[in-house]
């Protein structure tokens, strides 16, 4: 049961994420909002993530993981309710932003649960079930997400969450256990830490994605929000240096290791998740595809997803991780800008379709790897804040990557797509050269 019910909200968690990415235009055109403002229908989510996922692991820990994870699928039933009825955009933004706190206990949790119920060799395959399942919904998404829109209307994309939910809480009700950690009973909630870190990473979001609407670049508006981004940045540091239960803990950065693995974290996000929010746009646009046809071109990013991590784990075994993860890295980065000149030059659309699938082998072999390469560079105790600390990093990198990504598009409306997937591979190179410096020079030390 805790198996189903793990791999249910797997599905649904990542499904929305896509399946809504390829609906974006759908979206944009009946709610009258332009491309660039519709990113934020993925980036709101992003920062939800980024504001609850610190503080989801320790409550579930507190309170029990089983009746966080309840709480998490019924507050994503009522979100998802919720969007399907908004009636403007700025509504089905803070109802986006509390879907993605919802998912944050989802995710959370159901990986808590998980570990509790599977000991040994079995934990192993029910983990590797519970991956192949997410990576299913990853394909699936884009596809079923534009036929849906174009079909039933992108609102459907919400109303089919609420049977999976329903499903999720039958499941949770006839046989999955609840656990906690009785050591986290004492332990407060750094929310902060939590809210400041997500006013940073959302400040900067705005800077990019809204440059023009603050008054441009160099405007009074975004030297104000650059200012204040800044300084919840420094006061993010100030909080978690004095927490006794930080929700990042910054002493782990010490080990160069992780720091590398953190922002490889993070790069891939920005190189390879992000192009989901853009490529619908390049395929309903410049490729002149149908919505079929744009879910089509995602899935085309997707598949490795399925069907390489496997192939990834077995890799990374034979490779060291100074060699390994900056390896994926220079994949997606020279994907990202074989891209980047097809787009600039029209150079057809099978050379997309490559370098699509290109960018998604280049992720999919380090993405599995990269919590537990996470979780082995610091010590055992820290095991649960090292995961929590990495996944944070990856919405991180995925946030301003899609705003990063949103800001290039804009500079010159012949290339803009050009100019933005050289952004991202830009962002995988710079990655991969700094992730390969802190692992060798771990290595000398």
């Given amino acids: 049961m805790t198996l189903w019910a793990a791999c249910i909200g797997g599905f649904l968690f990542q499904f929305d994420l896509t399946a809504l990415a390829a609906a974006r235009p759908e979206i944009g055109a009946d709610l009258g909002v332009i491309s660039e403002a519709s990113a934020w229908l993925i980036d709101i989510y992003s920062l939800g993530l980024v504001l609850a996922l610190p503080a989801s692991g320790t409550?579930?820990?507190?309170?029990?993981?089983?009746?966080?994870?309840?709480?998490?699928?019924?507050?994503?039933?009522?979100?998802?309710?919720?969007?399907?009825?908004?009636?403007?955009?700025?509504?089905?933004?803070?109802?986006?932003?509390?879907?993605?706190?919802?998912?944050?206990?989802?995710?959370?949790?159901?990986?808590?649960?998980?570990?509790?119920?599977?000991?040994?060799?079995?934990?192993?395959?029910?983990?590797?079930?519970?991956?192949?399942?997410?990576?299913?919904?990853?394909?699936?998404?884009?596809?079923?997400?534009?036929?849906?829109?174009?079909?039933?209307?992108?609102?459907?994309?919400?109303?089919?969450?609420?049977?999976?939910?329903?499903?999720?809480?039958?499941?949770?009700?006839?046989?999955?256990?609840?656990?906690?950690?009785p050591d986290a009973a004492g332990r407060k909630i750094d929310w902060r830490g939590c809210l400041l870190l997500a006013l940073a990473a959302g400040g900067f979001a705005v800077v990019l994605l809204d440059a023009e609407i603050l008054g441009g670049w160099w405007s009074a508006g975004v030297a104000v929000v650059t200012g204040l981004a800044l300084l919840c940045a420094v006061g993010f540091v100030i909080v978690e240096r004095s927490h006794n239960y930080p929700a990042i803990d910054l002493m782990l950065f010490r080990s160069r290791p992780f720091a590398a693995i953190c922002v490889t974290a993070a790069a891939s996000a920005a190189g390879y998740w992000s192009l989901l929010v853009h490529v619908p746009r390049l395929a309903r646009g410049p490729m002149g595809l149908d919505p079929a046809g744009a879910g089509l071109l995602l899935t085309a990013m997707t598949v490795p997803m399925l069907v390489l991590p496997r192939f990834g784990a077995r890799l990374v075994s034979r490779l060291p991780a100074q060699l390994f993860f900056p390896l994926g890295l220079v994949i997606v980065g020279v994907a990202d800008f074989g891209l980047s000149l097809a787009a600039w030059t029209d150079g057809g659309n099978t050379l997309i379709v490559v370098a699509l699938m290109a960018s998604g082998i280049g992720c999919a072999l380090i993405n599995s790897q990269i919590t537990a390469a996470a979780i082995s560079a610091v010590p055992a105790g820290r095991a649960a804040m090292a995961s929590a600390i990495c996944v944070t990093m990856r919405q991180i990198g995925f946030s301003l990557g899609v705003a990063l990504l949103a800001c290039l598009r804009q500079i010159d409306d012949s290339h803009g797509f050009s100019l933005a997937f050289g952004g991202a591979g830009f962002v995988a190179m710079a990655a991969a050269a700094i992730g390969s410096r802190l692992f060798c020079t771990a290595t000398k030390t």
């Fill in 59 to 181: 409550l579930a820990d507190r309170f029990g993981r089983r009746r966080m994870f309840t709480t998490g699928t019924v507050l994503f039933a009522a979100s998802s309710a919720l969007c399907a009825l908004a009636p403007s955009f700025g509504t089905l933004l803070l109802l986006r932003a509390l879907q993605g706190i919802a998912g944050a206990f989802l995710t959370s949790a159901q990986m808590a649960l998980l570990a509790h119920a599977y000991v040994g060799s079995s934990r192993a395959r029910a983990f590797g079930i519970s991956g192949t399942v997410i990576g299913a919904s990853m394909v699936a998404g884009p596809p079923f997400g534009a036929l849906i829109a174009s079909t039933l209307g992108w609102r459907w994309i919400f109303w089919i969450n609420l049977p999976l939910c329903a499903a999720i809480l039958a499941l949770v009700a006839r046989g999955v256990a609840e656990s906690s950690d």
